[in-house]
């Protein structure tokens, strides 16, 4: 067999292979070299532009701006990395490019010119669009398509006055679907007032909402607006609903009934024009059945009610959450991480994320500070997560767990604990399931899916095992 060697390889073959252009401009300002990436970008033949004047063949939007970007290489002698502007091809459409330039030097040192890589970054653009557009409402962004029936019946409950209750667990954006409803409802230039209804204890819980007059309790040295009247015109987001007591659960219905409400230690009727949606992470319906919640507010309530899925429900969406993040950052903290290496992307993908989006994004803002280059590598993330997506990997290598003839498990990191039975494989399945239904919050379906076995496979084995929800153990 011929070997591959040096000699043998023709740059040229190389360079035309790239989809990036790439072009070297000698000190005359003329372009001496043009891939193939590069003609098609700009719309011109090879004659047309070898030997060319550089301005003539790459209408670059930098030098129209007296910014030409070989002078500042020239200039500074410092590489230029990742500038992002636009040319103008050769039919006069405007292409947004990102340039890289460095300074071409000969044996001896000296600069004869600057070779210029470039790309086209207009599918990216429009990606980035589609995400905002399609993909999005408001600052919610998410392309699975439970995300895209929210995204659907939004405008249209937007347009409306209808209590809304929105459920999902912590960290999944129920203020964000808040403020998108008023943002785009006729509400929208009237005020958005947001409250905590877990943050506070109940007699200081109905001064916040509904105001108290001076002398009411000790301490109340004035009359005091409450919240739903501040937000008179506007819309107010509860916040953590089901924590409210069973005393303010009555004012509160009161309210959406009749729009009226009295200030803590008042005697006079405060009328409102309020709009009122409420959020919660309890199951209002299961405390409702155990008496802890009224059952005529809760309906009241949930007039249209939405439902926000956990991140793990929505990978798919994680790199778009991803590049919305890093994007945010960048201009925060004043960098410039352009991508993921791939082996972070693959713990992001397959990370649990019990504080969903919320969490995906304090992940990020830690590697952002991390992270020194232009890529966010796996040694910028938190070392839990990392851990975590190691243990799965492992985890998920049991169900295929192979005996070689001299005995002993292939590829296996994991320890069983408990008493070892008559079969140690058996033993590290059942430990691998156990911690893996740990992980997935005890939800069969997401474990079954990891383990890479059906559901029904997946109960018969945990009944095999005398696995329950009590530690792993049979009962």
Same mark, same amino acid.
């Given at each position: ?202 007699? @200081? /819980?109905?001064? $916040?909402? %509904?105001?108290? +007059?001076? !002398?009411?309790? *000790?301490?109340? #040295? ?32 009161? @309210? /959406?009934?009749? $729009?009226? %409400?009295?200030? +803590?230690? !008042?005697?006079? *009727?405060?009328? #409102? ?203």
């Amino acid at each position: 067999m011929r070997q591959l060697t040096e000699e043998k390889i023709d740059p040229e073959v190389i360079l035309n292979a790239l989809n990036d252009g790439v072009v070297t401009i000698g000190l005359d300002r003329r372009v001496h070299y043009i891939n193939e990436a590069a003609l098609r970008i700009l719309g011109y033949s090879r004659t047309e532009a070898l030997g060319a004047e550089c301005s003539q063949v790459i209408r670059c939007a930098a030098c129209s701006s007296s910014e030409c970007l070989m002078d500042r290489t020239l200039e500074t002698g410092q590489d230029i990395r990742s500038y992002d502007t636009y040319l103008v091809n050769k039919t006069g459409q405007q292409v947004p490019i990102t340039v890289n330039a460095t300074l071409l030097r000969d044996e001896d040192g000296q600069v004869i010119g600057e070779v210029e890589v470039f790309r086209d970054i207009s599918e990216q653009i429009k990606l980035t669009e589609e995400l905002h557009g399609k993909y999005s409402f408001g600052r919610i962004i998410g392309k699975n398509h439970r995300m895209q029936q929210i995204y659907d019946i939004l405008p249209s409950i937007a347009a409306t006055k209808t209590t809304v209750l929105i459920e999902g667990e912590t960290g999944t954006g129920k203020e964000l679907i808040a403020h998108a409803l008023h943002e785009h409802s006729a509400r929208s230039g009237k005020p958005f007032v947001k409250f905590n209804c877990a943050a506070l204890a109940e007699g @200081v /819980l109905e001064s $916040e909402l %509904f105001g108290h +007059v001076k !002398g009411a309790f *000790t301490g109340a #040295v004035a009359d005091k607006k409450g919240r739903f009247e501040l937000a008179d015109g506007g819309t107010i987001f509860l916040d953590e609903i089901g924590d409210i007591s069973p005393a303010t659960q009555v004012r509160l219905l009161r @309210v /959406l009934q009749e $729009e009226a %409400f009295e200030p +803590v230690g !008042g005697n006079h *009727t405060v009328r #409102v024009d309020v709009r009122v949606i409420a959020a919660t992470h309890r199951d209002l319906k299961q405390m409702v059945r155990e008496g802890k919640f009224r059952e005529d507010l809760y309906y009241r309530l949930r007039v249209v009610p939405l439902h926000l899925p956990p991140l793990r429900e929505r990978h798919d969406d994680i790199p778009a959450l991803i590049n919305h993040f890093l994007s945010g950052f960048n201009q925060e903290m004043d960098k410039d991480v352009r991508e993921v290496s791939p082996e972070a992307m693959d713990v992001l993908m397959n990370y649990p994320y019990p504080g969903n989006v919320r969490e995906l994004e304090n992940i990020l803002e830690h590697a952002m500070v991390l992270c020194r280059g232009s890529q966010l590598t796996l040694h910028a993330l938190p070392s839990e997560v990392v851990q975590t997506r190691r243990g799965l990997v492992q985890i998920n290598t049991i169900p295929q767990l192979s005996q070689p003839p001299g005995g002993g498990l292939i590829g296996v990191a994991v320890r069983p604990s408990g008493p070892t039975g008559d079969n140690p494989l058996k033993q590290v399945e059942r430990e691998a399931i156990v911690g893996v239904l740990d992980q997935c919050s005890w939800k069969l379906g997401m474990a079954a899916e990891r383990l890479g076995m059906s559901r029904t496979t997946l109960w018969r084995r945990m009944k095999e095992f005398g696995i329950d929800k009590r530690g792993g153990h049979a009962a």
